[in-house]
């Protein structure tokens, strides 16, 4: 059982879009949440990470919204580009051990 | 700086079979970890090592062995391959644990038939 769930698991958009991954969970011990970005025949690589006493982080366009009571939080993509088509993982933490979601795979259109 | 290599890049196996991944890195990083990546599963993580001569199960640790003799590198071991472990295998390394960047391999397809 997944202890990240994570949706939707695809999403198009068009090139300027704002697309929105979601990402739940349940265990209140995960305590950092970072997301990875994963282009086809590659390592998942660090996108932007945010801790549960922030509601909100922004790096550049990647802007992650964490609702701490909700158990919730979402990555946004500003401005999105052909560049950031790719598949996205949020993952939590907790001590030794990183939960992965299922991923999303995005397509951003010209 | 090559960060991590995973060695073989892509295998196939016989049921039954054995092999061994290799996972190296140069960073110096003191946490490793192996995990599968399967469709519509994410990454799940298989064992992981917080340093030179220690290592811990993690989620889906059956029909898995692994060392970390020296701590540049972590070894993921197959005894008898099933099909079930077919599969794109993942080291990643950190410096130390969570609240540090995790660095992947480029991943090794392992098919077993």
């Known amino acids: 059982q997944q202890q990240v769930k994570q949706s939707p698991q695809s999403l198009i958009v068009q090139k300027g879009g704002i697309p929105i991954i979601n990402c739940a969970y349940e265990n209140t011990a995960f305590d950092y949440f970072p997301w990875y970005q994963q282009f086809p025949g590659k390592g998942p690589a660090l996108l932007i990470a945010?801790?549960?006493?922030?509601s909100e982080k922004k790096e550049g366009r990647f802007t992650i919204s964490f609702n701490k009571s909700a158990k919730q939080f979402s990555l946004h993509i500003m401005d999105s580009q052909p560049g950031d088509s790719a598949t996205y993982f949020c993952?939590?933490?907790?001590?030794?051990?990183?939960?992965f979601g299922a991923g999303t795979r995005l397509t951003v259109k010209p | 700086n090559a960060g991590v290599t995973q060695t073989p890049k892509f295998r196939v196996l016989k049921t039954g079979q054995s092999m061994t991944l290799l996972c190296a890195q140069d960073m110096n990083h003191e946490y490793m970890y192996w995990y599968r990546q399967d469709p519509g599963m994410g990454l799940r993580l298989i064992h992981y090592?917080?340093?030179?001569?220690?290592?811990a199960k993690g989620e889906v640790p059956d029909g898995y062995n692994v060392s970390r003799l020296k701590k540049q590198n972590f070894l993921l071991g197959l005894e008898s391959a099933a099909p079930s472990q077919t599969s794109v295998y993942f080291c990643?390394?950190?410096?130390?644990?969570?609240?540090?960047?995790?660095?992947f391999g480029q991943g090794t397809r392992l098919t077993v038939v």
């Open positions: 993952a939590a933490w907790n001590n030794n051990d990183m939960r």
């Open positions: 990643a390394s950190q410096v130390r644990g969570k609240n540090t960047e995790a660095f």
């Open positions: 945010i801790r549960p006493d922030v």
């Open positions: 090592s917080v340093g030179e001569g220690t290592t």
